[in-house]
């Protein structure tokens, strides 16, 4: 069977498989900046990743998060202090240690991650319908194996897709 090619080259070329990845993150960014757009008066994306992380580990202690988002602490604080205002988090006393505030989603920043990701998840589907099915099969091996490559877990139903995120809300390598 002959190599099978696009216009770019063929499918063993790293620059043409490049190429193709570049264009299909794209896409992604694209259909994550909609699915995003319904809540931007309340929430920029870096404060979408700290829901997100939030919504997958917990209650989490500021420095922690902090370190998960690789930002400063102070940046954390000012992105903390957004989302308590809009009511997406909130802060409580570490029953554990007394002396540590732990930071967690709010009933509405749970339904927002959800809301934001049940949108995101429709538009995947939407495209992914208009394949054929032996190109849906070729594409779960392909991203499969490129997930696995980049260190990046399996998502699991129905936790919200961690946009450069491991399932335990830290920052995947290389990212």
Same mark, same amino acid.
């Given at each position: 069977?002959? =190599?099978?090619? *696009?216009?770019?080259?063929? @499918?063993?070329? @790293? =620059?043409?498989? #490049?190429?193709? @990845?570049? #264009?299909? *993150?794209?896409?992604l960014v694209a259909v994550s900046a909609r699915s995003l757009a319904a809540v931007e008066d309340r929430v920029t994306l870096p404060q979408f990743r700290m829901l997100v992380v939030l919504s997958t580990r917990g209650a989490t202690k500021l420095v922690v998060l902090a370190d998960l988002l690789r930002v400063a602490p102070s940046t954390a604080m000012r992105m903390v202090d957004r989302l308590i205002a809009a009511g997406l988090a909130d802060r409580r006393t570490n029953p554990a240690n007394r002396r540590e505030t732990l930071l967690r989603l709010t009933d509405e920043g749970r339904r927002t991650v959800e809301d934001v990701t049940a949108r995101r998840r429709a538009e995947i589907a939407a495209i992914v319908e208009r394949l054929a099915p032996r190109q849906r099969a070729a594409l779960v091996e392909a991203l499969s194996a490129f997930n696995e490559a980049g260190g990046e877990p399996l998502v699991r139903d129905p936790e919200p897709p961690p946009l450069g995120w491991s399932a335990d809300g830290s920052r995947v390598p290389g990212r």
């Open positions: 069977m002959p =190599e099978c090619g *696009s216009p770019a080259g063929p @499918v063993d070329d @790293v =620059e043409a498989v #490049t190429r193709a @990845v570049l #264009t299909a *993150s794209r896409l």
